[in-house]
């Protein structure tokens, strides 16, 4: 099956920095969204990328849907407490459908203060 | 701010033992979907149901998995005869477009005895 790979697996930071993750994968996708997710709940949508090379800013955040369709990035800024939490990629690969999403495993991320 | 809801938050069952999840998705949304979560794991693709039909799903669903939209508003995942490996917080989703954004409900979590 199609796989996301998502890195780092993990990021310990201090506050204040800046955060950059990214995924790939072989395989193209339609669209790229990018999750964030805190203990015992559910995934919460951070941005949504539906083209190619597609620039998207959602305060401090920004992600990217790369050229290839096959690869996005997600980058915070001036991180603060509450941006701790695990981060997914989650893409929907092209044809029609009500295609599921493909997720990658996830980067934690951990702020020092 | 619409949102996806599900009961029961957690769900003791004994493993043999049929269990009904349960999701309210958006209102205005025609896409649903179920992933799972083993804990410490990537969230899963389940199925997809546009049109009071499944549309996709995945090698996870099995003869033991069956969906339904018995209702307008509700949405549920059975689980006919319940294994320990299906120990899982199970997240409902729900979109507008087959390629857009999923929306997450909280999650149930399944703990099979």
């Known amino acids: 099956g199609q796989q996301l790979n998502q890195s780092p697996q993990s990021m310990f930071i201090q506050e204040g920095e800046d955060v950059s993750m990214n995924c790939t994968s072989s395989?193209?996708?339609?669209?790229w969204l990018w999750y964030k997710q805190d203990p015992g709940e559910g995934p919460v949508l951070l941005i949504a990328?539906?083209?190619?090379?597609e620039l998207t800013s959602n305060g401090r955040l920004t992600a990217q849907f790369g050229i290839t369709r096959k690869d996005s990035f997600l980058n915070i800024s001036a991180s603060i407490p509450s941006d701790v939490g695990i981060y997914f990629c989650?893409?929907?690969?092209?044809?029609?459908?009500?295609?599921?999403?493909?997720f990658g495993k996830g980067t934690h991320l951990i702020i020092q203060p | 701010e619409p949102e996806v809801t599900q009961t029961p938050s957690h769900q003791v069952t004994q493993m043999g033992q049929e269990v009904i999840l349960r999701c309210v998705p958006i209102?205005?949304?025609?896409?649903f979907y179920w992933y799972r979560q083993i804990l410490g794991q990537k969230v899963e693709f389940l199925v997809s149901?546009?049109?009071?039909?499944?549309?996709?799903k995945s090698e996870i669903f099995d003869d033991q998995f069956s969906v339904e939209r018995p209702d307008g508003s509700n949405f549920t995942l059975k689980i006919r005869s319940t294994k320990l490996e299906d120990s899982a917080m199970y997240f409902c989703?729900?979109?507008?477009?087959?390629?857009?954004?999923?929306?997450f409900g909280p999650g149930t979590r399944l703990t099979v005895t």
């Open positions: 989650a893409g929907v690969r092209s044809g029609g459908g009500a295609d599921g999403l493909t």
């Open positions: 395989s193209i996708f339609n669209t």
């Open positions: 989703a729900s979109s507008v477009t087959d390629q857009g954004e999923q929306y």
């Open positions: 209102s205005n949304h025609l896409y």
């Open positions: 149901f546009y049109n009071n039909e499944i549309s996709e």
């Open positions: 990328l539906y083209k190619a090379g």
